[in-house]
T-cell receptor, first 114, second 113 residues
Framework: AQSVTQLGSHVSVSEGALVLLRCNYS??????LFWYVQYPNQGLQLLLK??????LVKGINGFEAEFKKSETSFHLTKPSAHMSDAAEYFC????????????FGSGTQLTVLP | DTAVSQTPKYLVTQMGNDKSIKCEQN?????MYWYKQDSKKFLKIMFS???????INETVPNRFSPKSPDKAHLNLHINSLELGDSAVYFC????????????FGQGTRLTVV
């Protein structure tokens, strides 16, 4: 069984400030971890993923995340927020086997203040 | 070229009606999914098909019936629509191997009135 907890349903940052969105997971098998972004009235777009190998993964739009097995975390960061980053962000986990269905966190709404 | 396409994007219908949502992927993926996003934006898996065979069927009312005519298509038929079915439904697909992630369609916003 797998689960994802996203701390903070709403996060506000000023433009140019650090973005930190928190994600903790639970998985009985080695996990694959993902961050997706959803803009209003749109589908989900992959930001980045961790499957194996390097634990610090870089994604699109300047985002990155670090897989920390000891902390069961996969927090998303961006050094400098841009107004266009305002969106809903979802952390998700899937099993590392053949089953690839995603278990999502509850999402974090990121607001970027001018 | 849209990788995963769903139709329609918006669907407004009355209670009791039957409706279908279509999904097609041109990525050559073997596995397709339906997810439901509720009013609080929570996303949950409903069904998964691999090469036209049902492999996941979460606790979903049997009014919902997925159909996969081939591995590029996964349609969702809903009978006797209820108010609580109002949500955004997302189709997705994944390939095989290590470096695969789910590609999502744009979603179908279903409103039952």
């Amino acid at each position: 069984a797998q689960s994802v907890t996203q701390l903070g349903s709403h996060v506000s940052v000023s433009e140019g400030a650090l973005v930190l969105l928190r994600c903790n997971y639970s998985s009985s098998v080695p996990p694959y971890l993902f961050w997706y972004v959803q803009y209003p009235n749109q589908g989900l777009q992959l930001l980045l993923k961790y499957t194996t190998g390097a634990t610090l993964v870089k994604g699109i739009n300047g985002f990155e995340a670090e897989f920390k097995k000891s902390e069961t975390s996969f927090h998303l960061t961006k050094p400098s927020a841009h107004m266009s980053d305002a969106a809903e962000y979802f952390c998700a986990v899937s099993a590392s086997g053949s089953a690839r269905q995603l278990t999502f966190g509850s999402g974090t709404q990121l607001t970027v203040l001018p | 070229d849209t990788a995963v396409s769903q139709t329609p994007k918006y669907l407004v219908t009355q209670m009791g009606n039957d409706k279908s949502i279509k999904c097609e992927q041109n990525l050559g993926h073997d596995t397709m999914y339906w997810y439901k996003q509720d009013s609080k934006k929570f996303l949950k898996i409903m069904f998964s098909y691999n090469n036209k065979e049902l492999i996941i069927n979460e606790t979903v009312p049997n009014r919902f019936s997925p159909k996969s005519p081939d591995k590029a298509h996964l349609n969702l038929h809903i009978n006797s629509l209820e108010l609580g079915d109002s949500a955004v439904y997302f189709c997705a697909s994944t390939g095989t191997g290590l470096n695969t992630e789910a590609f999502f369609g744009q979603g179908t916003r279903l409103t039952v009135v």
